[in-house]
């Protein structure tokens, strides 16, 4: 099944099977109380969102996320990566307000973030972290046409179908080009 054994060079611009547990692991980030930690995914399927507190995007689609991270408990771990110099007050209080039970972390460094090619907030990538393949990268629907205009009807649930796809031994789409705020280098 090559779309589980990752994706070449020209894909992604990567090598295949760099996305494992202990490279994810090896990438210093921050909780919100700015207390250094590593990322340590115990399940196959990490799914990571980049995340803004500033963005009306990301607290758009929080119900949306914490929902699929319910519907996947069992299979997938969420992870939220705030890009960036935020502050912790602002990442504790966003937290608080769109995203209670998601673990959020700050990679002020933007290391991971390039790291995984990062672009927009929100966008999420879905890694296969047990053979260390990429499964699915960009948008978690397509409810977002452009900044401020949106669809009155969502038709496709591309990060829902990515993991529902996998868990079932089907293949999806690998990629598609997400819509948020940029993410910025300081």
């Keep these: 099944m090559p779309w589980r054994s990752g994706f ?20 210093s980030v921050q909780l919100p109380n700015g207390a250094n930690t590593h990322l340590s995914p115990s399940k196959e399927l990490l799914v990571i969102a980049f995340l803004s507190p500033e963005c009306p995007l990301c607290k758009n689609y929080s119900v949306k996320l914490l929902n699929l991270k319910k519907k ?17 007050g602002e990442v504790i209080e966003f937290q608080k307000e769109y995203m209670p039970s ?11 973030t390039n790291y995984l090619k990062g672009e927009v907030t929100p966008e999420v990538v879905v ?22 205009k949106t669809r009155n009807r969502i038709s496709n649930f591309y990060l829902d179908v990515a993991i529902n796809n996998f868990l079932n031994d089907k293949p999806s789409i690998p990629f598609t080009k997400p819509v948020g705020c940029l993410i910025n280098d300081f």
């Excluded at 990567?14 to 090896?26: E, L």
């Excluded at 996947?72 to 912790?88: C, H, Q, R, T, V």
């Design 8 to 27: 070449s060079q020209g894909s992604f611009g990567m090598q295949k099977a760099v996305f494992n547990k202990d490279s994810i692991a090896s990438f």
């Design 72 to 88: 996947y408990l069992k299979e997938a771990d969420f992870i939220g990566i705030i890009p960036g110099s935020f502050e912790n």
């Design 102 to 112: 998601f673990k959020l972390v700050k990679d002020s460094s933007l290391r991971l």
């Design 127 to 148: 890694i296969n972290i047990k053979i260390g393949a990429l499964i699915y990268k960009g948008a978690i629907d397509d409810w977002v046409v452009s900044l401020g």
